[in-house]
C-alpha cells in the first residue's frame, strides 16, 4: 500500500470539506429538541438500515393485525431487525417516521412486530426505546443493539452501554447494566440461557435476569470470542497472550464452574489458528465451525463439522459467501453476511448452493441498496426467509422459501 | 496520516472543542467509507448534532471520535437518509458548479484511489480508512467497526487485493462501474 498514497488523500478531502460554524450545528440542535417539545416524538436516532415505505399510521398498539392500508399517504418504515424464536415465531424491530417525515432527520419511535405465520401477518407487540447509536443489525440480525430472542417470553435488546430484556414476550422491557458493549464482546444464546463476553470476562444470564460473570474465568487475558453449544456448554476463543492456536480455546460443561483446553476447530482447515473463528451447535448434536482468514495472503472462508462434541472435526472449503452460519443440522446449513448471497449446504458443507441472490441488496452502491433480513426458521431445515425492501416499493417483501431454497415465494408486507 | 485524538478521551462538554479539532478528519474518513464528501459532511454534521443532544450518563462519551464516526457511518449508511439528502439536493440546491464531490484539489493518482475505493464493498473501505487513514492499528478497527480481528485482516488484504487490481484495470483501459 505503500505506492498508494492514503495520507494525500486523506489530507485532501480533510481540506475541501465544507465546515459549517459550530453555531450552526448548535442551531440544528436547538431546533430539533424543540420540535421534541412539542411533538408527539420521544426519539431522535435515525440509524435506519434498511428503508420500508409502508404503512403503521395511526395504528394502535396492541395485538391485532396489521389492517388495511389507509388513505393517507403512510410514513416510512425502517426494518431494523428480524428475528426467529424456537417456536418459529418471527420477530421484528421496525422504526416508523412519526412527525415531519420529510425533514432530514425525522422523529421516529420503534416497535416490536410479531408473525406466527411465517411473516405474512405482522402484530405490533408493543413499543421500543432506542438504545443508542449501535442499534443496528447485520444481515442475519446480529450484533450489538440487535433483538435477541431466547424464547416467545424472554428477549434481549443490546445497546452501546445498554440492555433491556423482557420476560413477556417483548412487551414490557426493564434496564439491565451490562457495561460497553463493543467489538470485543459476544453473544451466545442456547438452552434459553444468554451468554456475554465483555472486557475478557465471561457473563451468563437466565431468563430476563441480569448477567453475573460465571464462577471461573476462562484462562489468560484478552477479548473472548464465544460461542455457546447449550445451557451449561460454552467454548471460548481467547485472543491476544497466544501466538498459536493450541491452548488458546478453552470450554466449559457446567455454566462456567470449570474451564478446560478445547482443541483447535480450525486446525484442518486452511486457517489453523486463527483469531477469527466461532462455532454453533445444532439441535441434533452436530457442531459447526466458521474458520476466517486472518493474516495476509489468506483468502476465503473455511467450515468445519463434529459428530463428536468436538473431538475430531472434517474441514471444506466454504468457497464463496459470506461468514455468518446458521446451520440446522449435522448436514444442513445457511450461509450468507455482507455482500454475499445465500449459500446452502446439505452434505456438512462440502458444497454450497447459492439460493437467494441477496447480495445485491446489500452492496453498496447497487441501485437497490437494500438490507436484507434472512432468518432460517427452527420449523424445519428446509424453511427459511429473508425481508427486503428496494427503494420505491410501497411496502417490505417476504421471501419465503419451503424446500430448502429451490423455490421462493414472494409476498409484499405491511409491517 | 492525520492527526487522532488518543484513544480513551473523555467528553463531556467539550464538543465545540471536538468539532473545531476533528470534523475535518472525520469527514475525511467518512467519506472514503461512504464513498461521498457531501454524504460525509452531511452525516458527520448529524453526528455532532446528535452529540449536542445527549444527556445525563449518555452525555460522557469515552473516545468521542469513536462515537462521532460510528454515528455519522451510520447516518452516512442510512439509504433512507441518502434518498431524502437526495431529494433535498436536486430539489432544492442550485447545480454546485464546483462539483464538491468532483475532482476538486485532487491529484489524478488521488482520484483514482478514490475511484477505485468506491468500488470496493462498504466493509473493505472503512477498515482501509481507518487502517491507512486512520493509522489505526488492526485491533483498533476491530473495536471500531465491531468486529473480530480476523474479519478486518480479512478485509484489508481483500481491499488491498481489489484496489490493485482495480487500479490496474484502470490504468490500462480506464475506470468501469462496479455493479
Same mark, same amino acid.
Given at each position: 500500500?505503500?505506492?498508494l498514497?492514503?495520507?494525500?488523500?486523506?489530507?485532501?478531502?480533510?481540506?475541501d470539506?465544507?465546515?459549517?460554524?459550530?453555531?450552526?450545528?448548535?442551531?440544528?440542535?436547538?431546533?430539533?429538541?424543540?420540535?421534541?417539545?412539542?411533538?408527539?416524538a420521544?426519539?431522535a436516532?435515525?440509524?435506519?438500515?434498511?428503508?420500508?415505505?409502508?404503512?403503521?399510521?395511526?395504528?394502535?398498539?396492541?395485538?391485532?393485525?396489521?389492517?388495511?392500508?389507509?388513505?393517507?399517504?403512510?410514513?416510512?418504515?425502517?426494518?431494523?431487525?428480524?428475528?426467529?424464536?424456537?417456536?418459529?415465531?418471527?420477530?421484528?424491530?421496525?422504526?416508523?417516521?412519526v412527525?415531519?417525515c420529510?425533514?432530514a432527520?425525522?422523529?421516529?419511535?420503534?416497535?416490536?412486530?410479531?408473525?406466527?405465520?411465517?411473516?405474512?401477518?405482522?402484530?405490533?407487540?408493543?413499543?421500543?426505546?432506542?438504545?443508542?447509536?449501535?442499534?443496528?443489525?447485520g444481515?442475519?440480525?446480529?450484533g450489538?443493539?440487535s433483538?435477541?430472542?431466547?424464547?416467545?417470553?424472554?428477549?434481549?435488546?443490546?445497546?452501546?452501554?445498554?440492555a433491556?430484556?423482557?420476560?413477556?414476550?417483548?412487551r414490557?422491557?426493564?434496564?439491565?447494566?451490562?457495561?460497553?458493549?463493543?467489538?470485543?464482546?459476544?453473544?451466545?444464546?442456547?438452552?434459553?440461557?444468554?451468554?456475554?463476553?465483555?472486557?475478557?470476562?465471561?457473563?451468563?444470564?437466565?431468563?430476563?435476569?441480569?448477567?453475573t460473570?460465571?464462577?471461573?474465568?476462562?484462562?489468560?487475558?484478552?477479548?473472548?470470542?464465544?460461542?455457546?453449544i447449550?445451557?451449561?456448554?460454552?467454548?471460548?476463543?481467547?485472543?491476544?497472550?497466544?501466538?498459536?492456536?493450541?491452548?488458546?480455546?478453552?470450554?466449559?460443561?457446567?455454566r462456567?464452574?470449570?474451564?478446560?483446553?478445547?482443541?483447535?476447530?480450525?486446525?484442518?482447515?486452511?486457517?489453523?489458528?486463527?483469531?477469527?473463528?466461532?462455532?454453533s451447535?445444532?439441535?441434533?448434536?452436530?457442531?459447526?465451525?466458521?474458520?476466517?482468514?486472518?493474516?495476509?495472503?489468506?483468502?476465503?472462508?473455511?467450515?468445519?463439522?463434529?459428530?463428536?462434541?468436538?473431538?475430531?472435526?472434517?474441514?471444506?472449503?466454504?468457497?464463496?459467501?459470506?461468514?455468518?452460519?446458521?446451520?440446522?443440522?449435522?448436514?444442513?446449513?445457511?450461509?450468507?453476511?455482507?455482500?454475499?448471497?445465500?449459500y446452502?449446504?446439505?452434505?456438512?458443507?462440502?458444497?454450497?448452493?447459492?439460493?437467494a441472490?441477496?447480495?445485491?441488496?446489500?452492496?453498496?452502491?447497487?441501485?437497490?441498496?437494500?438490507?436484507a433480513?434472512?432468518?432460517?426458521?427452527a420449523?424445519?431445515?428446509?424453511?427459511?426467509?429473508?425481508?427486503?425492501?428496494?427503494?420505491?416499493?410501497?411496502?417490505?417483501?417476504i421471501?419465503?422459501?419451503?424446500?430448502?431454497?429451490?423455490?421462493?415465494?414472494?409476498?409484499?408486507?405491511?409491517? | 496520516?492525520?492527526?487522532?485524538?488518543?484513544?480513551?478521551?473523555?467528553?463531556?462538554?467539550?464538543?465545540?472543542?471536538?468539532?473545531?479539532?476533528?470534523?475535518?478528519?472525520?469527514?475525511?474518513?467518512v467519506?472514503?467509507?461512504?464513498?461521498?464528501?457531501?454524504?460525509?459532511?452531511?452525516?458527520?454534521?448529524?453526528?455532532?448534532? /446528535?452529540? &449536542?443532544g445527549?444527556?445525563? $450518563?449518555? *452525555?460522557?462519551?469515552?473516545?468521542?471520535?469513536?462515537? #462521532?464516526?460510528?454515528? =455519522? %457511518?451510520?447516518?452516512?449508511?442510512?439509504?433512507?437518509?441518502?434518498?431524502?439528502v437526495?431529494?433535498?439536493?436536486?430539489?432544492?440546491?442550485?447545480p454546485?458548479?464546483?462539483?464538491?464531490?468532483?475532482?476538486?484539489?485532487?491529484?489524478?493518482?488521488?482520484?483514482?484511489?478514490?475511484?477505485?475505493? /468506491?468500488? &470496493?464493498?462498504?466493509?473493505? $473501505?472503512? *477498515?482501509?480508512?481507518?487502517?491507512?487513514?486512520?493509522? #489505526?492499528?488492526?485491533? =483498533? %478497527?476491530?473495536?471500531?467497526v465491531g468486529?473480530?480481528?480476523?474479519t478486518?485482516?480479512?478485509?484489508?488484504?481483500?481491499?488491498?487485493?481489489?484496489?490493485?487490481?482495480?487500479?490496474?484495470?484502470?490504468?490500462?483501459?480506464?475506470?468501469?462501474?462496479?455493479?
Amino acid at each position: 500500500m505503500s505506492d498508494l498514497d492514503f495520507a494525500g488523500l486523506g489530507e485532501q478531502l480533510a481540506a475541501d470539506a465544507y465546515q459549517p460554524s459550530f453555531g450552526s450545528i448548535r442551531d440544528r440542535r436547538r431546533r430539533r429538541t424543540q420540535r421534541w417539545a412539542v411533538g408527539a416524538a420521544t426519539l431522535a436516532v435515525v440509524v435506519t438500515l434498511g428503508s420500508v415505505a409502508a404503512t403503521g399510521a395511526g395504528r394502535g398498539r396492541g395485538d391485532r393485525p396489521a389492517g388495511p392500508p389507509g388513505p393517507v399517504a403512510p410514513p416510512p418504515v425502517g426494518v431494523m431487525s428480524v428475528r426467529a424464536s424456537p417456536s418459529g415465531t418471527l420477530y421484528a424491530v421496525v422504526q416508523r417516521c412519526v412527525a415531519d417525515c420529510s425533514a432530514a432527520a425525522p422523529p421516529v419511535e420503534y416497535s416490536l412486530l410479531r408473525s406466527t405465520d411465517l411473516g405474512t401477518v405482522w402484530t405490533t407487540v408493543g413499543p421500543l426505546d432506542a438504545l443508542g447509536p449501535a442499534l443496528s443489525s447485520g444481515p442475519f440480525g446480529g450484533g450489538p443493539g440487535s433483538l435477541i430472542v431466547v424464547s416467545d417470553s424472554v428477549m434481549w435488546r443490546f445497546g452501546d452501554d445498554a440492555a433491556r430484556s423482557s420476560v413477556d414476550g417483548g412487551r414490557t422491557w426493564r434496564p439491565s447494566t451490562v457495561g460497553t458493549i463493543d467489538g470485543g464482546s459476544s453473544l451466545g444464546v442456547a438452552g434459553g440461557i444468554v451468554w456475554l463476553s465483555q472486557n475478557g470476562q465471561v457473563t451468563v444470564a437466565g431468563g430476563g435476569d441480569a448477567f453475573t460473570p460465571t464462577a471461573a474465568q476462562p484462562p489468560g487475558d484478552g477479548p473472548l470470542s464465544l460461542s455457546a453449544i447449550s445451557a451449561d456448554r460454552v467454548v471460548v476463543e481467547r485472543a491476544g497472550g497466544h501466538t498459536s492456536g493450541s491452548g488458546r480455546w478453552y470450554v466449559t460443561s457446567d455454566r462456567g464452574a470449570d474451564w478446560a483446553p478445547f482443541g483447535d476447530p480450525c486446525a484442518g482447515t486452511t486457517h489453523p489458528g486463527t483469531s477469527g473463528a466461532y462455532l454453533s451447535a445444532t439441535p441434533d448434536g452436530g457442531l459447526w465451525a466458521v474458520c476466517m482468514p486472518d493474516g495476509a495472503g489468506q483468502t476465503g472462508v473455511d467450515v468445519a463439522t463434529s459428530l463428536d462434541g468436538g473431538v475430531t472435526w472434517q474441514p471444506h472449503a466454504a468457497g464463496p459467501g459470506g461468514d455468518d452460519l446458521l446451520p440446522m443440522s449435522t448436514t444442513v446449513a445457511w450461509r450468507g453476511g455482507t455482500d454475499s448471497d445465500i449459500y446452502r449446504t446439505t452434505d456438512r458443507g462440502a458444497h454450497w448452493i447459492d439460493v437467494a441472490p441477496v447480495g445485491q441488496f446489500q452492496r453498496d452502491g447497487a441501485p437497490q441498496d437494500t438490507k436484507a433480513f434472512f432468518v432460517a426458521t427452527a420449523v424445519d431445515a428446509d424453511t427459511a426467509l429473508y425481508v427486503n425492501h428496494s427503494p420505491g416499493m410501497p411496502a417490505a417483501l417476504i421471501h419465503l422459501t419451503r424446500d430448502g431454497g429451490h423455490t421462493w415465494t414472494t409476498h409484499p408486507v405491511r409491517l | 496520516m492525520l492527526d487522532s485524538l488518543p484513544l480513551g478521551v473523555r467528553v463531556v462538554t467539550g464538543w465545540e472543542e471536538v468539532y473545531a479539532g476533528q470534523y475535518r478528519r472525520l469527514v475525511a474518513l467518512v467519506a472514503v467509507a461512504a464513498g461521498s464528501r457531501v454524504e460525509a459532511e452531511e452525516a458527520v454534521q448529524e453526528a455532532f448534532v /446528535r452529540a &449536542l443532544g445527549l444527556t445525563g $450518563r449518555r *452525555a460522557v462519551v469515552d473516545d468521542p471520535e469513536g462515537w #462521532l464516526y460510528r454515528v =455519522a %457511518v451510520n447516518v452516512a449508511r442510512s439509504r433512507w437518509r441518502r434518498l431524502l439528502v437526495a431529494r433535498r439536493i436536486a430539489e432544492r440546491v442550485p447545480p454546485d458548479p464546483g462539483d464538491r464531490d468532483g475532482p476538486h484539489g485532487l491529484t489524478d493518482s488521488r482520484l483514482m484511489l478514490l475511484a477505485a475505493l /468506491r468500488r &470496493l464493498p462498504f466493509g473493505q $473501505r472503512e *477498515a482501509l480508512a481507518l487502517h491507512y487513514l486512520a493509522d #489505526l492499528p488492526v485491533e =483498533a %478497527v476491530a473495536v471500531r467497526v465491531g468486529v473480530p480481528i480476523g474479519t478486518v485482516k480479512a478485509r484489508l488484504s481483500r481491499g488491498r487485493d481489489a484496489l490493485a487490481r482495480l487500479l490496474s484495470e484502470d490504468a490500462v483501459k480506464g475506470g468501469k462501474r462496479h455493479v
